[in-house]
């Protein structure tokens, strides 16, 4: 029986990981307008097949669901990927040196920008000081936040337009660090870094617009087709992202679907006016965020007990417990799904306890909150996502992005063996969805993937924890379909199935049949969104 209407693009190849099964199968599918309308033979096929029809044969190059990236900072991101990158610095002065030829490049900016620095891979291992930005930059702000995001490193400058001094008290859930003379010494924790970000991330409209652009090019060309934008922590300024996303989807050039998630504080009204008065199949409100506490690099991150390596302290909440609770019980109230970022066991236990009391509250529902990252868990908690329905949002990179030597000196040997518990997660019947925590690191999924599979560390040797590998085949479900589920769009999202919304990626090669070491180089050669070619490798 011929359909009634003919497809606009047919793709077939010998690999299509339809997100089904756990192996890919021979197959074709058929994209009419923005939907898949038929999977199955060449010959099954072939009724869809009209004069204008685009056919594709890809031999044994595997066709999959397209990326959906759990965890990004979408315009936060993209500012950092116009900034200089300094994760590959050994020294202190290597970095210095980085930031001049950047700045020199910029010389009508104000403020010089850099990312990514990690003293721990220095060959001193000590963190730097304003004095060495101040010798090549004496009259220009620098702002240069770690690796993590959640410290900077920022010259005498930076600190005399934020009137920070030597008699400047430490805000809430943060610190500036002070030498033994009380000079601060340019290293900024938490949300006395953020005081620095909310001046120096204040771009002009049209210079948000340009690095929007380049993101929705950079994501084509990776293949990822959905991401979830989250609040990350300072100023609030996704709904002002969120009105520039909303400019792109009116005009039909969004091609890249995204779910905002602005801050969890306690304010509602806003956000619920938002996600009310504007939600299409490409952008909407879909949740808030919050952090628990910081990160382990920094001492920040809230553990049971206290760090191996710094006794005198276990790290601290961003928010008191009560404060948080609160907020997820009204939030929970009012339809919101709410993610919250925590790093360290003592963070992620409260997250959960909050989420039980939520459930306790409101009556248990299909809430489909998640938990951020969960670098260290303690084991009583690991069966508690699957009974609270807790998603476990995970980003598997980070693993290779701390240097481990100087990770474990920080939680010791007994909390090493509660690490990225990818697998003891999944095993335990939590859904796993996997991202990419942009800029942190990379938006690029094969290193995600890679990472998730092989368990390679820093070192690009050895393998962490090998007992928390999962497969290929669960890696790319968490990395779409259990994505999708996160936003509650599996009906629409996340697999190849006729009736599904037609976002589909095309790789290079079959990953099921090529080595591990292998999967990170590969390369997607054609990204469809909404039933449009967004990229296709080689076309001008």
């Known amino acids: 029986m011929e359909p009634n209407q003919k497809a606009t693009i047919v793709l077939s190849s010998n690999a299509v990981f339809t997100g089904l099964h756990d192996h890919p199968i021979p197959a074709s599918i058929a994209i009419t307008a923005n939907e898949i309308v038929a999977v199955g033979t060449e010959s099954d096929i072939k009724p869809w097949i009209g004069s204008e029809t685009k056919v594709y044969h890809f031999g044994d190059q595997l066709i999959m669901p397209g990326f959906h990236d759990f965890h990004v900072h979408v315009i936060i991101g993209s500012l950092f990927k116009d900034s200089v990158n300094l994760f590959h610095a050994r020294s202190e002065e290597e970095a210095v040196e980085l930031v001049r030829r950047h700045a ?41 936040p770690h690796y993590e995001g959640h410290f900077s490193w920022v010259n005498s400058k930076a600190l005399e337009m934020l009137k920070i001094n030597r008699y400047t008290e430490n805000p809430p859930f943060g610190e500036i660090a002070k030498d033994e003379k009380g000079e601060p010494t340019g290293i900024l924790y938490e949300q006395a870094s953020q005081l620095v970000a909310n001046v120096a991330f204040q771009v002009s409209h049209e210079k948000n617009q340009s690095l929007f652009k380049d993101f929705l090019s950079y ?5 990822v087709t959905s991401v979830n934008d989250l609040y990350a922590m300072g100023k609030d300024r996704l709904f002002e992202h969120f009105d520039l996303y909303r400019e792109f989807d009116e ?56 760090y191996s390596d710094y006794p005198e302290t276990r790290g601290e909440t961003t928010f008191p417990a009560d404060t948080l609770k609160k907020w997820i019980v009204d939030a929970d109230a009012q339809d919101f799904r709410i993610r919250l970022h925590a790093l360290g066991d003592g963070a992620v236990r409260l ?18 909150h998640a938990i951020e990252h969960i670098e260290v868990i303690h084991p009583d908690d690991i069966p508690r996502f699957h009974e609270l329905g807790v998603i476990a949002s995970m980003q598997p990179e980070h693993l290779a992005a701390a240097e481990r030597s100087m990770y474990v000196e920080r939680i010791g040997k007994e909390r090493e063996k509660y690490t990225f518990p990818l697998h003891s997660l999944q095993r335990a019947g939590a859904t796993l969805a996997l991202g990419s925590d942009f800029p942190v690191v990379s938006l690029e999924p094969m290193l995600e993937i890679y990472r998730a599979v092989t368990r390679i560390d820093s070192s690009g040797q050895e393998v962490w924890n090998p007992e928390e590998r999962i497969t290929l085949a669960e890696a790319l479900r968490a990395y779409t379909l259990h994505s999708a589920y996160g936003n509650a769009r599996e009906h629409e999202l996340g697999s190849i199935e006729p009736g599904k919304l037609a976002d589909l990626i095309v790789l290079d090669a079959n990953l099921f049949a090529i080595p591990e070491s292998e999967i990170k180089d590969s390369k997607v050669i054609l990204t469809i969104v909404d039933g449009k070619i967004v990229y296709e490798a080689g076309a001008v």
């Open 104 to 144: 020199e490049s910029r010389p009508n900016e104000e403020w010089i920008i850099g990312t990514s620095w990690d003293s721990s891979h220095w060959e001193s291992n000590t963190l730097p000081h304003r004095s060495s930005l101040d010798r090549v930059f004496p009259d220009r702000p620098v702002f240069l």
């Open 219 to 223: 994501a084509a060309r990776l293949g």
């Open 251 to 306: 005009k039909n050039e969004l091609s890249v679907r995204i779910h905002v998630f602005p801050a969890l504080n306690g304010e509602l009204e806003r956000a619920k006016e938002v996600r009310d008065a504007y939600r299409s199949d490409k952008l909407q409100i879909a949740g808030l965020k919050q952090f628990v506490d910081g990160v382990v690099t920094g001492h920040t991150a809230y553990m049971l007990d206290p």
């Open 351 to 368: 997250a959960l306890d909050a989420y039980e009391e939520a459930q306790k509250m409101n009556d248990k529902k299909d809430s489909r």
